[in-house]
T-cell receptor, first 114, second 110 residues
Framework: GAGVSQSPSNKVTEKGKDVELRCDPI?????LYWYRQSLGQGLEFLIY????????KSGLPSDRFSAERTGGSVSTLTIQRTQQEDSAVYLC????????????FGSGTRLTVV | SQQGEEDPQALSIQEGENATMNCSYK?????LQWYRQNSGRGLVHLIL?????REKHSGRLRVTLDTSKKSSSLLITASRAADTASYFC??????????FGAGTRLAVHP
């Protein structure tokens, strides 16, 4: 597609449930990032995929968070046993890494844990 | 910890005035990028300046980079109400994770 697509755009879930957030990057982009942004705050790095290299998972806040990127394209961020503090906007971005280009962001998924 | 730190945290100006936002960072960089965010959703890439560049222009935007001081500034000239947004600097990229600062909230009043 023309841009980075994220789904769902909004998700309300009950505390303790698992959720999956999806990101469709721009075709051919080798780098894919997940960030989290709480209301009025900056972006918190979560995880970074680059080509076939092992992902940089250093930003994942706990073992309840995991992400995968299948076939170097679509990525899924999974949060298990959701907590209220997981409520935030989850943003995905992709880029042609190493080309000195900026990153293209999706519109995000607003997750609310009740 | 965040690599980039913007200041001021918030800036309020009148239409037609210039807006200047600053970003400081801690380690050596390949490039520094500026992004804009409306309404707390997706960010839009504004401009990228490489470590061997000192100044770059794009329309009403002017970015400077001082690697000796590990700082950058974003100048928006002749601001408009539509420029109201949050502005973030980011460092890293080029096979290193991109780290964002906390952002500057700009309000441009008609």
């Amino acid at each position: 597609g023309a841009g980075v697509s994220q789904s769902p755009s909004n998700k309300v879930t009950e505390k303790g449930k698992d959720v999956e957030l999806r990101c469709d990057p721009i075709s051919g982009h080798t780098a894919l990032y997940w960030y989290r942004q709480s209301l009025g705050q900056g972006l918190e790095f979560l995880i970074y995929f680059q080509g076939n290299s092992a992902p940089d998972k250093s930003g994942l806040p706990s073992d309840r968070f995991s992400a995968e990127r299948t076939g170097g394209s679509v990525s899924t961020l999974t949060i298990q046993r959701t907590q209220q503090e997981d409520s935030a906007v989850y943003l995905c971005a992709s880029s042609l890494e190493g080309q000195g280009a900026g990153y293209t962001f999706g519109s995000g998924t607003r997750l609310t844990v009740v | 910890s965040q690599q980039g730190e913007e200041d001021p945290q918030a800036l309020s100006i009148q239409e037609g005035e210039n807006a200047t936002m600053n970003c400081s960072y801690k380690t050596s960089i390949n490039n520094l990028q500026w992004y804009r965010q409306n309404s707390g959703r997706g960010l839009v890439h504004l401009i990228l300046i490489r470590s061997n560049e000192r100044e770059k222009h794009s329309g009403r935007l002017r970015v400077t980079l001082d690697t000796s001081k590990k700082s950058s500034s974003l100048l928006i000239t002749a601001s408009r109400a539509a420029d109201t947004a949050s502005y973030f600097c980011a460092t890293g990229g080029s096979y290193n994770k991109l780290i964002f600062g906390a952002g500057t909230r700009l309000a441009v009043h008609p």
